[in-house]
């Protein structure tokens, strides 16, 4: 699955740096890098650290969220609670949490675009984010979820499998987040 996002994340940063028609990536890094806000986040010293800061709560709360919903679709945790239930519980978490790291993120991006929008794993970790949201939030609407069985259709392996599958995604964010410090 992650040399999946891998290589649809390298195929993404190719386009944005090599695709006809579309604006070059050294020139939206240029772009970003001459803004007033750019100038200011680099000139603060505190302002970085404070938002990777807010940033690392966020995916805590993010990701505590979706552990928590997609444990209960592998049946791994609440078994005996209704997953409409469960899932109403944490969404308020995950989406706030979402929010916030949209936030964060676009704000480290602007202070360093050099840092991310040229670095592969920044995009496989975007990707991963994508998919993970999706696996996170698609079974709430499936017809059935309210009650603690599968929707008609659905098997009990089916519903465990995407969980875990989830989950392996979630992990998957984590390790990619870390690796862009590390991949130039």
Not at 28 to 35: G, N
Not at 104 to 107: D, I, Q
Not at 143 to 150: D, I, K, L, N, Y
């Given at each position: 699955?992650v ?6 994340a390298k195929?993404i940063?190719l386009l ?11 020139s ?8 007033n806000l750019?100038h200011?986040l680099?000139d ?5 650290p404070t938002?990777?800061s807010i ?6 709360a993010l ?11 592998a049946?791994?945790f609440a078994?005996?609670?209704p997953f409409s239930r469960?899932?109403?519980r ?7 949490a979402?929010?916030?790291l949209?936030a964060?993120?676009?704000?480290m991006v602007?202070g360093?675009?050099?840092r991310v ?11 991963l984010?994508?998919?993970?949201l ?7 609407v499936l ?8 929707p008609?259709?659905?098997?009990v ?14 992990v ?5 987040g870390?690796?862009?410090?590390y991949i130039?």
């Open positions: 699955m040399a999946i996002g891998t290589s649809v195929a940063a944005c740096v090599q695709g006809e028609g579309r604006m070059p990536m050294q939206t890094i240029q772009w970003l890098l001459a803004t750019s200011r680099q603060t010293s505190w302002a970085i938002i990777q940033h690392l709560l966020a995916i805590a990701i505590g969220s979706a552990v928590a919903i997609d444990l209960r679709l049946g791994l078994c005996d609670v469960l899932f109403h944490y969404a308020p978490w995950l989406w706030t979402l929010g916030v949209l964060t993120g676009l704000l602007i360093g675009p050099e929008l040229t670095n592969w794993m920044f995009w496989t970790k975007m990707v984010v994508l998919f993970g999706a696996l996170s939030v698609v079974m709430p017809p059935g979820m309210a009650e603690s069985v599968p008609s259709g659905v098997s392996t089916l519903m465990r499998l995407f969980g875990l599958c989830a989950l392996g995604t979630w998957a964010v984590i390790f990619a870390r690796w862009i410090a130039l």
